[in-house]
C-alpha cells in the first residue's frame, strides 16, 4: 500500500489562512531547502529570496543542533521568537520543519491556538 502524497501548497495555505495576523507559511526539508512556501496577499517579505533560504537552512541546523539536549530536556514542542518587526514560529514534524512568522505583538493564546492547529494540520508531514 502507497502513502498519500500530500499536497503541500494546500497545507501552507491551509495554515497562512488561519489567521489574519499571519504573514508567511514554509515546509522546510530537514536540510534546509524549502519545499513550499506562501506569502499572505498583501504582505511583503522583509527578506530576500535569497536571504529566505540561508534562513531556512539556519532553521534545519538548529533543529539538529537542539537535538542534543533531546534526552536530558525533552523534543521541541515549538520555537517562538519574538522580534521587533514580526514573529517567527517553529514546528517540528517527523520529516519535515514547518516555519511561519506573524505581525508582531500577537496575544500569546492566539499563538498557542495556532501552535496547536498546526501541529494538527502537519502531523503527516
Same mark, same amino acid.
Given at each position: 500500500?502507497?502513502?498519500? #502524497?500530500?499536497? $503541500?501548497? =494546500?497545507?501552507?495555505?491551509? *495554515?497562512?489562512?488561519? =489567521? ?11 536540510? %534546509? +531547502? *524549502? ?6 496577499? %498583501? ?9 529566505? &533560504? +540561508? ?15 533531546? #534526552?536530558?530536556? %525533552?523534543? /521541541?514542542?515549538?520555537? +517562538?521568537? &519574538?522580534?521587533? !518587526?514580526?514573529?517567527?514560529?517553529? /514546528?517540528?514534524? !517527523? ?12 496575544? *500569546? =493564546? ?6 496547536? #492547529?498546526? !501541529? #494538527?494540520?502537519?502531523? =503527516? $508531514?
Amino acid at each position: 500500500m502507497t502513502a498519500k #502524497k500530500i499536497d $503541500l501548497l =494546500d497545507v501552507v495555505e491551509n *495554515i497562512i489562512n488561519l =489567521d489574519s495576523k499571519m504573514r508567511f507559511a514554509a515546509i522546510i526539508s530537514l536540510n %534546509g +531547502h *524549502i519545499r513550499e512556501a506562501i506569502m499572505k496577499s %498583501g504582505k511583503t517579505s522583509m527578506k530576500t529570496q535569497k536571504e529566505e &533560504e +540561508h534562513f531556512c537552512q539556519q532553521v534545519a541546523q538548529r533543529r539538529s543542533m537542539r537535538k542534543e539536549f533531546n #534526552k536530558s530536556l %525533552g523534543k /521541541v514542542r515549538y520555537v +517562538h521568537v &519574538e522580534r521587533e !518587526k514580526v514573529t517567527q514560529m517553529v /514546528v517540528y514534524t !517527523k520529516r519535515n520543519i514547518v516555519y511561519f512568522t506573524m505581525e508582531p505583538e500577537t496575544p *500569546i =493564546d492566539t499563538k498557542i491556538r495556532l501552535i496547536t #492547529k498546526i !501541529k #494538527k494540520i502537519t502531523s =503527516d $508531514l
